[in-house]
T-cell receptor
Framework: DAKTTQPPSMDCAEGRAANLPCNHS???????VYWYRQIHSQGPQYIIH???NNETNEMASLIITEDRKSSTLILPHATLRDTAVYYC??????????????FGSGTQLTVLP | EPEVTQTPSHQVTQMGQEVILRCVPI?????FYWYRQILGQKVEFLVS????????KSEIFDDQFSVERPDGSNFTLKIRSTKLEDSAMYFC???????????FGPGTRLTVT
C-alpha cells in the first residue's frame, strides 16, 4: 500500500470548514484513498473513501487531485465533537482478501470554540 | 444503527495468564479484524479472518495469539500467555465486503501486570 504524509496537527475554528490534506504521491491505479478518525482512544470511525472522483457523504467531502497524488478531506462546518485524529489510508482493494488498514500517525485536528 | 460490540471493556490480568477478548461483529458482515493500539502509539493490524480462516496476519500475531469464530456471532482473540508488552487497547472490526468501510468496536483495554 502507498505511503501517506499528513501534517501532525491542525486547528480549526468551530463552524468553519476544516480542510485536512494528505499526500500520497506513490499511489497506484488500483489503490483507494480512505479516511478514518479516532476520537480520544475510541475505536476508529470510517468517514469516506474514493478512487479518483470527488466524493461527498453526510460527514465530509473528499477531494482527490486529478493526478491522484494528494487529497483533501473537508469537514464543512466543524464542531467541537470533530476534534480527533484523522487518518488518511491508501490501500488496494482485491477480491478474496480481507485487506487490513494500515494506520499512520494521522493529523490531530483540534476544533477551537 | 448496527454496531460492533466488545467485551470486556477493561481486563486486568497477570503476566503469563491467558485472556480471551470477545467481539460481536455486525451480523451480516463477512470479514473480521483485530487491531491493537499501545498507549500513545499507532493503531496496528493484528489479524484478519474470512471464510472461517485467517486471511492475513502481522508479525505481532505470533504463536501466543489465536482467533476463533466459535459460533455465528462471536469473534474472539486469545492471548495464551500474556506479557507486559501486550498491554494495549484491542479493537475488533468488521466489514461486509472487500473494500468496504470497516466498523470498529469500542475496544477492550488490556492491562497486564
Amino acid at each position: 500500500d502507498a505511503k501517506t504524509t499528513q501534517p501532525p496537527s491542525m486547528d480549526c475554528a468551530e463552524g468553519r470548514a476544516a480542510n485536512l490534506p494528505c499526500n500520497h504521491s506513490t499511489i497506484s491505479g488500483n489503490e483507494y484513498v480512505y479516511w478514518y478518525r479516532q476520537i480520544h482512544s475510541q475505536g476508529p470511525q470510517y468517514i469516506i473513501h474514493g478512487l479518483k472522483n470527488n466524493e461527498t457523504n453526510e460527514m465530509a467531502s473528499l477531494i482527490i487531485t486529478e493526478d491522484r497524488k494528494s487529497s483533501t478531506l473537508i469537514l464543512p462546518h466543524a464542531t467541537l465533537r470533530d476534534t480527533a485524529v484523522y487518518y488518511c489510508i491508501v490501500r488496494v482493494v482485491s477480491s478474496g482478501s480481507a485487506r487490513q488498514l494500515t494506520f499512520g500517525s494521522g493529523t490531530q485536528l483540534t476544533v477551537l470554540p | 444503527e448496527p454496531e460492533v460490540t466488545q467485551t470486556p471493556s477493561h481486563q486486568v490480568t497477570q503476566m503469563g495468564q491467558e485472556v480471551i477478548l470477545r467481539c460481536v461483529p455486525i451480523s451480516n458482515h463477512l470479514y473480521f479484524y483485530w487491531y491493537r493500539q499501545i498507549l500513545g502509539q499507532k493503531v496496528e493490524f493484528l489479524v484478519s479472518f474470512y471464510n472461517n480462516e485467517i486471511s492475513e496476519k502481522s508479525e505481532i500475531f505470533d504463536d501466543q495469539f489465536s482467533v476463533e469464530r466459535p459460533d455465528g456471532s462471536n469473534f474472539t482473540l486469545k492471548i495464551r500467555s500474556t506479557k507486559l508488552e501486550d498491554s494495549a487497547m484491542y479493537f475488533c472490526a468488521s466489514t461486509a465486503y472487500v473494500g468496504g468501510e470497516q466498523y470498529f468496536g469500542p475496544g477492550t483495554r488490556l492491562t497486564v501486570t
